[in-house]
């Protein structure tokens, strides 16, 4: 029982405290740009991921990604080709 009482002031405490943060527009932005860039990497990852031997970057788990298709792993690919044509069919319905 105690743990959600100590649960929920860290959680009040916490939002006081993004609260006051975020009252300065300048802190805003830099959130807002620091999501954004973040979304970004995101999209780059999951697009590496589909083709892993086509990628220019040479980081470690995209390296990993290569040998392990060429291994004969399908996972990651089959991962990316799923979502990318469940993203073109919601766009199309969304333009329809």
Do not use: C, W
């Amino acid at each position: 029982m105690k743990k959600r009482y100590v649960l929920s002031a860290v959680g009040a405490v916490g939002a006081g405290i993004a609260s006051y943060y975020l009252v300065d527009s300048n802190n805003r932005q830099k959130l807002k740009d620091m999501a954004k860039n973040s979304a970004k990497n995101v999209n780059r990852v999951f697009e590496n991921a589909g083709v892993p031997d086509q990628s220019s970057e040479q980081e470690l788990d995209q390296l990993e990604n290569s040998k392990m298709v060429s291994e004969g792993s399908q996972f990651g690919v089959q991962y990316y080709n799923e979502n990318k044509n469940e993203n073109s069919s919601e766009q199309q319905q969304n333009t329809n």
